[in-house]
Nanobody
Framework: QVQLVESGGGLVQAGGSLRLSCETPGRTFSTYAMAWFRQAPGKERECVAARSWNYGTIYYTDSVKGRFTISRDIAKNMVYLQMNSLKPEDTAVYYC?????????????????WGQGTQVTVSS
């Protein structure tokens, strides 16, 4: 069972930064669309960032635009989510996801591989 491995979550004060990392199994994943989702207690899972590397298209949900950046390091098979100016409402479990197609989707059902999740807690 292929699984992505996230790291980098933790507790941070409002206004602080965190960088989440997602390790992918190998080079094949460099052609897949990648996304970061999050799920806060009592809420549905939502897509916060997604990227189609081959097409150069990027999606950010409105609440994180200008604060979050999705990027990757092909040589290391890693995908990142840089989160700046964090707010208490960003508190959630964050998941990395891969879609075996080149174009991203914001629907979780369209993703084929998932990580186990990493907790991000932002204190006020």
């Amino acid at each position: 069972q292929v699984q992505l491995v996230e790291s980098g979550g933790g507790l941070v004060q409002a206004g602080g930064s965190l960088r989440l990392s997602c390790e992918t199994p190998g080079r094949t994943f460099s052609t897949y669309a990648m996304a970061w989702f999050r799920q806060a207690p009592g809420k549905e899972r939502e897509c916060v960032a997604a990227r189609s590397w081959n097409y150069g298209t990027i999606y950010y949900t409105d609440s994180v635009k200008g604060r979050f950046t999705i990027s990757r390091d092909i040589a290391k098979n890693m995908v990142y989510l840089q989160m700046n100016s964090l707010k208490p409402e960003d508190t959630a479990v964050y998941y990395c996801a891969a879609r075996t197609r080149a174009y991203y989707s914001t629907r979780e059902d369209d993703y084929d591989y998932w990580g186990q999740g990493t907790q991000v807690t932002v204190s006020s």
